[in-house]
């Protein structure tokens, strides 16, 4: 007989010392215990998508209600901090115990606070508007150029814009319906009339409450709001009005790291402060909240899953006792029994947590989707509130991970270290 | 430390060999067990399955154990594959004492250096054939691709190519045993330890199973150690070793004997 497949594998080991066993030794490579694995999942197809489908709804589930909750917190603080950046602390003339109000001297004074950058005044008093027949009441607010800048507060315009040293105005859209002005274009331009009431407390020129009438000014820009406001510079109203004192503020911080120390002084100097920063932390605490009870559901739901994977892992071991004894006998490493366990409870978790992943956070796109679509139907505007931060994505990765090593310890470490001749013996 | 002080407690209780002295007339021996002992706790009693058995085979021997159930025979063929240990005693396999090296160094050994045949042929269910023959190739560490390929021409050799892509257990039983006997070769053993293949076989399929085993004996010199209720299996040996009740009772190699055995049956 002429066979011989082996010559070349005789020839290299004829001389191999064996002493260099464990050089020769490598054991089951990655890719073949991976192998083995896949097959054993394909080969239990039913209770591999029974375990698999439970693993996969459970982080479903979590994905689904959490992604929800970030993406709602995600257009919360969006909609607060549109116009209200992160970096401007707003100060106000404070409680009845303690008034204070923003002068130049109290103004220098703030700038000199560490980590402070720009500080802007703002004054506001009753003032009623009259435009041909048309007249209202509205607040008339003296603010500088800064402030508007600082307050993000965006106008349509023509050639002339609102400056420190003009007597030009910014009034609201619903002051210009108001005055029966029906467009932008019909608004801008237009010359109106004012009168005004100045109480003492703002003015360090007059001890009484004063009035002022048929003041004139020219509208340059509208700004789209439905309060009844008009806006005049700073200085018309302190040179017109004698109003030297203003009521409120906005200081900009140029170093964060400072923040908390220049919200301090502020509070320190009599100023009461308020701060998108503070209303961010009570939406995150809100928040934190909400999601540690939908943890503890999701909790639940994965116990649940765990108890389904240990139950399939236990009895694919039992079933496989004898698979374990006849590798064992030709020459598995423990270890190696041991990986193969442990990767296929990786591998169910991990194809388990990638489509729950993806499941649930299709799912909740398409719930988003359904809901802006009949809510455009009754004329609601509703936004994209579904949202999955990178370190969400990160934590997931990192517990499917979690899951696969915990529940498969037991069975792995069960089956590694069984022995060959009573695994083969199992009935 | 514990390991090696067993060891020479060993050496010094039971067995005078030292795996030095490996030649004996003309052929090398490469099978020692020497003074060899197991004890089984059941319960509250020890029972004593081997009692001071001492056996030599020698390269390209044919050997069968035979006797009785419950002689000790098998027990005897796991200590000396290195499944089961003994109480007492030594066993050199190709000068190499098994039981003073550690666990992962006799996986490695019978890997290696042993074809296993065991009584009822264990699967790998989610398996191929093929796939399940190549097993020892990826317990080694090779690549799928090698030992497929491999194993492609171990069942050749075997007259099983057609069955390549079956699950093993759509097979009879003799087909089944016969890719046993594949598996057993894949990484071209030094030897083969076979507990009672052909038992749960037909006649015919049993000859057929002895035919290839006897042939991988005499064409390729690999040593057979087999354990057998057969008798008339006797014919395929060169050494017939007879177990009774724990003890080496009958220990032939002269071809005169052993053809007087057969004729006897």
């Avoid at chain 1, 106000?92 to 402070?116: H, M, T």
């Avoid at chain 1, 007059?206 to 709001?225: M, P």
């Avoid at chain 1, 004898?322 to 591998?347: N, Y």
């Avoid at chain 2, 090696?4 to 005078?16: D, E, F, R």
Wanted: aromatic share 10%.
């Amino acid at each position: 007989m002429n066979f011989n497949p082996f010559s070349k594998f005789i020839q290299k080991n004829k001389n191999r010392p064996k002493e260099k066993w464990k050089e020769v030794h490598m054991g089951m490579g990655f890719l073949m215990i991976l192998y083995i694995s896949l097959k054993n999942l394909k080969a239990g197809k039913i209770r591999s998508v029974l375990t698999i489908g439970g693993v996969a709804l459970g982080i479903g589930v979590i994905t689904f209600l959490l992604s929800m909750g970030f993406g709602v917190q995600k257009l919360i603080v969006e909609e607060v901090t549109k116009n209200n950046p992160l970096d401007i602390i707003d100060v106000s003339n404070g409680n009845l115990d303690s008034v204070i109000y923003l002068n130049e001297e109290s103004i220098d004074k703030i700038k000199k606070i560490d980590g402070v950058g720009k500080v802007e005044k703002k004054v506001n008093v009753g003032g009623k508007i009259i435009l041909g027949e048309s007249q209202t009441d509205a607040v008339v607010f003296g603010v500088t150029e800064g402030f508007i800048e600082l307050a993000k507060i965006t106008y349509q315009s023509k050639e002339n814009k609102f400056s420190n040293g003009e007597n030009r105005a910014i009034i609201s859209s619903r002051l210009s319906d108001l005055l029966g002005l029906k467009s932008v274009d019909e608004t801008i331009g237009k010359k109106i009339t004012y009168n005004i009431a100045v109480n003492q407390d703002i003015s360090s020129k007059f001890s009484k409450d004063k009035k002022f009438e048929n003041s004139e000014t020219e509208i340059v820009g509208v700004v789209k709001s439905d309060a009844i406001v008009i806006y005049l510079p700073f200085e018309v109203v302190k040179n017109s009005f004698e109003v030297d004192l203003a009521q409120e503020g906005k200081v900009q911080i140029n170093n964060m790291e400072k923040y908390g120390f220049a919200k301090q002084s502020l509070e320190q100097m009599g100023f009461v402060t308020e701060s998108v920063n503070d209303l961010i932390k009570d939406i995150d605490s809100f928040f934190n909240t909400v999601r540690a009870i939908l943890a503890v559901f999701g909790i639940i739901i994965m116990s649940i899953s765990v108890m389904g994977m240990l139950n399939t892992l236990s009895i694919s071991l039992l079933q496989r006792t004898k698979e374990i004894g006849i590798l064992k006998a030709l020459g598995t490493k423990r270890l190696d029994i041991f990986k193969m366990f442990i990767l296929e409870a990786i591998l169910i978790s991990f194809i388990g947590g990638i489509i729950g992943f993806l499941g649930g956070y299709g799912i909740a796109l398409l719930v988003n989707k359904v809901l802006i679509f009949f809510g455009q139907k009754v004329g609601v505007e509703l936004y994209y509130f579904v949202y999955v931060p990178n370190y969400f994505s990160g934590l997931i990765a990192g517990f499917i991970f979690f899951l696969g090593v915990i529940t498969g310890i037991m069975p792995a470490t069960r089956a590694s270290g069984i022995h060959a001749l009573e695994a083969l013996r199992y009935e | 430390m514990q390991k090696k002080i067993k060891l020479q407690w060993k050496k010094l209780q039971g067995s005078s060999y030292n795996g030095s002295d490996i030649k004996e007339g003309e052929r090398e021996v490469v099978v020692v067990a020497e003074n060899v002992f197991k004890d089984f706790i059941l319960g509250a009693s020890i029972v004593s399955v081997l009692k001071d058995v001492s056996i030599k085979v020698k390269r390209g021997d044919f050997a069968l154990l035979m006797g009785p159930s419950g002689c000790g025979k098998s027990t005897l063929l796991h200590i000396i594959y290195g499944l089961e240990e003994p109480t007492n005693g030594t066993v050199f396999v190709d000068k190499e004492d098994i039981w003073g090296h550690s666990k992962n160094w006799r996986a490695f050994f019978r890997n290696q250096y042993i074809g296993f045949i065991p009584q009822q042929a264990f699967w790998i269910k989610s398996l191929s054939v093929v796939e399940n023959i190549a097993i020892p190739g990826f317990i080694n560490g090779r690549s799928y691709r090698k030992s497929v390929e491999r194993a492609h021409k171990t069942l050749e050799v075997v007259g099983m190519e057609k069955w390549a892509r079956y699950r093993p257990f759509d097979l009879s039983g003799g087909q089944q045993q016969k890719i046993a006997l594949a598996r057993a070769l894949l990484l071209n053993p030094k030897f083969i330890i076979a507990d009672e293949p052909t038992g749960n076989l037909d006649q015919k399929s049993g000859v057929q199973l002895m035919e290839l085993i006897k042939k991988f004996n005499q064409e390729y010199g690999i040593t057979v150690l087999m354990v057998t209720h057969n008798p008339e299996q006797v014919s395929y040996a060169t050494r017939v070793i007879k177990m009774v009740d724990g003890k080496i009772v009958l220990d032939v190699d002269d071809p005169n004997e052993i053809s007087k055995m057969t004729n006897e049956f």
